[in-house]
């Protein structure tokens, strides 16, 4: 009982935060949490069960090591914020950075095909896991109605009746923290908290399973294309902010989950064992969790469909448009949904955004290199490529984890 108070007081406590006038009419909390709700969307319920089967009680320090890896890159999406869109508008940017700008772009297209059906086939399996069944079929056939449904009424309708649920996303993630604490000290008082069994030392199969969970922490690079609505030194705070927040969130998180990491992962449906471990916290919290995840899930695949729809309608100049593109997307998706798992689904988000990421840093490296006008080149030069190494490491060596 005490436990369920504790999660609804914090949930309410900062929903009614966000919501607050002050805080939403404030430009710079707009431009955090555009990006913020991004970082940590869907994947916030599936990556404590994922890395638990990959690396155990390491979990923390393999957290830690995604979130300081997408910092590194969101320091060079920051440098062409500053620098690259300026040269891009004047027409200037050197020829070798514009290719790479230009590739970029083509491969965010095709990062957004799989990110959508990363996000509908989440959506699919906690839809059914809030009904307690697994059943792959049925969660790839749910994904798929749910797939024509977003192509159809985007083509013929579009999407401007959602509103976004940031606030509330949030306060459901807090809520979720505040009884994992609980829990944590509730079991600390009694002399009943340990650290799950030690799985030995990580090899580099483990590794590379960690690699394929960065799409978990994508979502930053929104700032990027976020020009229209607030000037360039606001994107590059706040984009800081945003990290900074998730970051903290992520690996808090996954420390305070090491706990529950004692009790058995269910048989099936590991994607979504959050939900069934939930449970052991509050009782309350596998009902708040379902409707996070459907409501994160279905926002996010909506947003990166338009996303998608219109970045290739502006690629093709005009040629497909947006009503086309949204087929497209979804064409590719279900592909992907019915010769994909849900762990190779992510893994194959991962990448597509590590492809992104790699060829962003190039962009910034290419920059530093070939424009004199840039303080500190050659640090930036070597900095950037050394983080398009690392996001390219993603590319090819992630691999799914073995649900």
Do not use: C
């Amino acid at each position: 009982m005490i436990a369920n108070i504790v999660v609804i007081v914090a949930t309410l406590l900062v929903t009614a935060l966000l919501f607050s006038r002050p805080v939403e009419k404030s430009s710079w909390w707009t431009a955090t949490v555009i990006p913020l709700a991004s970082i940590i969307g869907s994947g916030f319920l599936v990556i404590a069960p994922i890395l638990q089967m990959s690396v155990g009680r390491l979990a923390v320090v393999a957290m830690a090591a995604l979130v300081l890896t997408a910092y590194a890159i969101g320091s060079a999406i920051r440098f062409n914020i500053r620098w690259v869109e300026p040269k891009l508008a004047a027409g200037t940017l050197h020829v070798t950075a514009l290719t790479f700008e230009r590739l970029s772009e083509w491969a965010l297209a095709f990062a957004y095909v799989v990110s959508v059906t990363y996000y509908l086939t989440l959506f699919g399996d906690f839809m059914l896991r809030g009904a307690d069944i697994v059943d792959e079929t049925l969660a790839r056939s749910i994904t798929t109605a749910v797939l024509i449904f977003i192509a159809f009424y985007g083509q013929h309708r579009g999407f401007n009746f959602l509103d976004k649920f940031e606030a509330l996303k949030l306060g459901i993630i807090a809520g979720l923290l505040a009884g994992l604490a609980w829990g944590n000290w509730t079991a600390w008082q009694q002399g009943l908290w340990h650290l799950p069994p030690d799985g030995g030392t990580p090899g580099w199969q483990e590794i590379r399973m960690v690699l394929g969970m960065l799409i978990v922490v994508q979502g930053f690079e929104t700032s990027r294309y976020l020009g229209e609505k607030f000037p360039p030194h606001l994107r590059i705070r706040t984009m800081r902010y945003a990290q900074w927040i998730s970051g903290g969130i992520y690996v808090l998180y996954i420390a305070l989950m090491l706990y529950y990491f004692n009790y058995p992962l269910p048989e099936s449906g590991q994607d979504t064992a959050i939900i069934a471990l939930s449970g052991r916290v509050a009782t309350i919290l596998p009902i708040m969790l379902v409707s996070l995840a459907l409501i994160a899930q279905f926002d996010a695949a909506v947003a990166d469909a338009q996303g998608g729809s219109g970045l290739l309608e502006e690629l093709s100049r005009k040629r497909i448009s947006q009503g086309i593109g949204y087929i497209l997307i979804a064409v590719g998706g279900l592909l992907i949904i019915w010769t994909s798992n849900v762990f190779e689904i992510i893994t194959y988000a991962s990448r597509a955004f590590a492809l992104y990421y790699t060829l962003q840093s190039m962009v910034a490296a290419m920059t530093a290199f070939k424009h004199e006008d840039i303080p500190n080149r050659w640090p930036r030069f070597l900095g950037y490529a050394l983080v398009a190494s690392i996001a390219l490491s993603v590319v090819i060596f992630g691999i799914p984890a073995e649900g």
